[in-house]
């Protein structure tokens, strides 16, 4: 009954809605969510950058199905490194939440690795924010083991990673 598959351009308006769920989540986050939105995660509109992925060739996008419906949704790309090797990155990669632990996320993953490998990336990278115990244990069942922590000093409680006035 789970699936994944490439994603289409009539995946749209559904994967949007996704990502946009992923973002209120992550936002929630108290440990690095705010400023993970504001600095990392994809910026609305968010059809503007999911568009313009399906007609990239270092690019893919993938929805996760459960009875055919999409639940979830996965997006990778190719960063050529320094060295002329390629390294593969998981941008996103969200399932909703009544539709977790039946396996969506991991055919999302397996659909998302098998194109990195075809591709030649010599690894792949993606991110779970301090305190998400579950996106972890997911990525690291999956063979994902941690190589970067970045240390954060928080200035000012108040104004962390709010927008300021009039900048929307």
């Known amino acids: 009954m789970e699936a994944a ?7 749209l308006a559904a994967l949007a809605s996704l990502c946009r769920q992923g973002l209120a989540e992550l936002a ?20 503007d ?10 690019a893919i996008i993938v929805a996760g199905t459960f009875s055919q419906v999409v639940v979830g949704y996965g997006t990778g790309r190719l960063e050529k490194l320094a060295n002329g090797s390629t390294l593969g990155v998981i941008d996103d990669l969200f399932v909703e939440s009544g539709a977790r632990g039946v396996g969506v996320g991991e055919a999302m993953m397996s659909q998302l690795l098998a194109w990195f490998t075809e591709r030649g990336c010599q690894g792949v990278d993606a991110v779970a924010l301090p305190g998400m115990r579950a996106s972890k244990n997911f990525f690291e069942t999956a063979g994902f083991t941690g190589r970067l922590i970045v240390m954060h000093h928080r200035m000012r409680q108040d104004e962390a990673v709010r927008p300021q006035a009039g900048s929307q």
Do not use: I, K, M, Y
């Open 28 to 47: 929630a986050q108290d440990r690095g969510g705010p400023l993970f939105v504001a600095r990392e995660a994809r910026a609305e509109p968010v059809e």
């Open 5 to 11: 598959r490439v994603a289409t351009v009539d995946d």
């Open 49 to 58: 950058s999911l568009g313009a992925a399906f007609g990239d060739p270092e």
